[in-house]
């Protein structure tokens, strides 16, 4: 199974500021048909996770532009340019390239 | 909307069965893969299975093959995973979520609200 391996695990960010998660891949998700499979998912406090980010850069409708994919390979990364109160939850990385599809630890964002 | 609606978790005694539904409303539910992913208190999350649109692919996480059926149909809009031999790890809120959309490359976009496993004697 691919293992992806997100950090920091948890972060703490002053409203307006950016925070930044790296997840990686002990695989390569570049597909041979060029999309690279790695999703990114919000899970906000009591509610379901939420599609963010979709084949690394992609924002889902809706998703406010303060949120940005990069990484290319096995590296990529997830920036909230300015932090918002409505932004904190549990942040996933997600592979598809192979089954199963799994997910990273999470990394855990809060407001100071 | 898209809504998505699971029912039947509940607590059970380690080595019975639950079986959980979901109910799709606002979109063609027959063309889309319909996934199972789980979450143990506190914990990430986990996928568990598939089912292509037809119901003809199937794939399990391998923490649940041989114990868990995952089935649909389309004509009730519904998605199932009968849960077998349960154990104490299998204890979860089970998501079930709309699967990889091949024209917009959406995966998971959409997720019900999830019902609670308890698995415990």
């Known amino acids: 199974d691919i293992v992806m391996t997100q950090t920091p695990l948890s972060l703490s960010v002053t409203p307006g500021q950016p925070a930044s998660i790296s997840c990686k891949s002990s695989q390569s998700l570049l597909h041979s048909d060029g999309k690279t499979y790695l999703y990114w998912y919000l899970q906000k406090p009591g509610q379901s996770p939420q599609l963010l980010i979709y084949e690394v850069s992609n924002r889902f409708s809706g998703v406010p532009d303060r949120f940005s994919g990069s990484g290319s390979g096995t590296d990529f990364t997830l920036k909230i340019s300015r932090v918002e109160a409505e932004d904190v939850g549990v942040y996933y990385c997600m592979q598809s390239i192979q089954l199963p599809r799994t997910f990273g630890q999470g990394t855990k964002v809060e407001i100071k | 909307q898209v809504q998505l609606v699971e029912s039947g978790g509940g607590l059970v005694k380690p080595g019975g069965s639950l079986r959980l539904s979901c109910a799709a409303s606002g979109f063609t539910f027959s063309d889309y893969y319909m996934s199972w992913i789980r979450q143990a208190p506190g914990k990430g999350l986990e996928w568990v299975s598939y089912i292509s649109s037809s119901g003809s692919t199937i794939y399990y996480a391998d923490s649940v093959k041989g114990r868990f059926t995952i089935s649909r149909d389309n004509a009730k809009n519904s998605l199932y995973l009968q849960m077998n031999s349960l154990r104490a790890e299998d204890t979860a809120v089970y998501y079930c979520?709309?699967?990889?959309?091949?024209?917009?490359?959406?995966?998971?976009?959409?997720w019900g609200q999830g019902t609670l496993v308890t698995v415990s004697s």
């Open positions: 979520a709309r699967d990889y959309d091949f024209w917009s490359g959406y995966l998971f976009d959409y």
